[in-house]
């Protein structure tokens, strides 16, 4: 009982605390194209994963939130590299293999996620169509992906799936 009262605790401290606008950006992609936020904006819900080539909860998260985008035609999911820009050749090498469906953007200097408060990846942001954070996760284990998705279809005006 008491890890459901913290828990409850956290999650309304991150509601609150990321009930802001995105920071503006703007992002390369796979071949060097500039992503700004506002292109993302308009279409339905937007889902930022910030993730680096090292981390396996980051890799093993991917599976999950490709499966959202494909799911969703109005869900926009962009997964922001943050390895240096040594290292981004092994990260773009990695996402062209698999062949996902997101967007893959990249902030080797950091600069929106030092914007945001992000330290460690995996850190999951969901946002409205206007830009406003309404929910952020640190972490990565199976099972989020499900609390994920109905933040997505709240957002969407879809009912709650059962679990």
Not at 25 to 48: A, E
Request: a negative charge.
């Amino acid at each position: 009982m008491k890890h459901i009262a913290i828990l409850l605790v956290l999650l309304l401290l991150s509601a609150i605390a990321f009930a802001d606008a995105m920071p503006d950006f703007k992002l390369p992609d796979l071949n060097g194209k500039n992503v700004t936020l506002q292109s993302l904006l308009g279409k339905g819900p937007v889902l930022i994963d910030f993730w680096a080539d090292y981390c396996k909860p980051c890799k093993d998260a991917m599976p999950y939130l490709n499966a959202l985008a494909e799911k969703y035609d109005t869900l926009t999911v962009v997964m922001v590299s943050i390895d240096a820009p040594k290292n981004q050749s092994k990260a773009k090498t990695y996402l062209k293999s698999k062949n996902y469906q997101f967007l893959a953007l990249f902030d080797g200097e950091k600069s929106l996620a030092k914007k945001l408060g992000v330290d460690n990846p995996p850190h999951t942001f969901i946002m409205d169509s206007k830009g406003e954070v309404v929910f952020s996760h640190l972490g990565f284990t199976p099972g989020v992906e499900h609390e994920y998705e109905q933040q997505i279809r709240q957002l969407l005006g879809l009912p709650c799936e059962a679990e």
